[in-house]
């Protein structure tokens, strides 16, 4: 079992920056994706970023030279730096982890994804 705890969020004008982690405890396999996904009031969730155990890194185009996905191996945490917030960004982030897949198996299919985190708000205003 894996257990995943998201911390960070929060309120915040638009422009500025937030940075998100996952800890991340229990069984940790070698292979892994991890990725960051949000699901804003009446809308599909989506992937933001994910990376995989091989090192690949991968952002939605929404995010794309905003946000940096990033992992502490030794702490067992996992980032999401947020820089120059939009009000479209507001949503809930959700922290995931497939085990003994790549990243090519997970990419951001929600459905591959094992382990999930209780989420953490980022309200952006205007």
């Known amino acids: 079992q894996v257990q995943l705890v998201e911390s960070g969020g929060g309120s915040v004008q638009a422009g500025g920056s937030l940075r998100l982690s996952c800890a991340a405890s229990?069984?940790?396999?070698?292979?892994?994706?991890m990725a960051w996904f949000r699901q804003a009031p009446g809308k599909v969730r989506e992937g933001v970023a994910g990376?995989?155990?091989?090192?690949?890194?991968n952002y939605a185009d929404s995010v794309k030279g905003r946000f940096t996905i990033s992992q502490d191996n030794a702490k067992n945490t996992l980032y999401l730096q947020m820089n120059s917030l939009k009000p479209e960004d507001t949503a809930m982030y959700y922290c995931?982890?497939?085990?003994?897949?790549?990243?090519?198996?997970?990419?951001?299919?929600?459905?591959?994804?094992?382990?999930w985190g209780q989420g953490t708000q980022v309200t952006v205003s205007s």
């Open positions: 995931a982890e497939a085990v003994w897949r790549t990243w090519d198996l997970c990419r951001f299919r929600d459905t591959k994804y094992d382990y």
């Open positions: 229990g069984y940790q396999a070698s292979t892994y994706c």
């Open positions: 990376i995989g155990s091989d090192g690949s890194i």
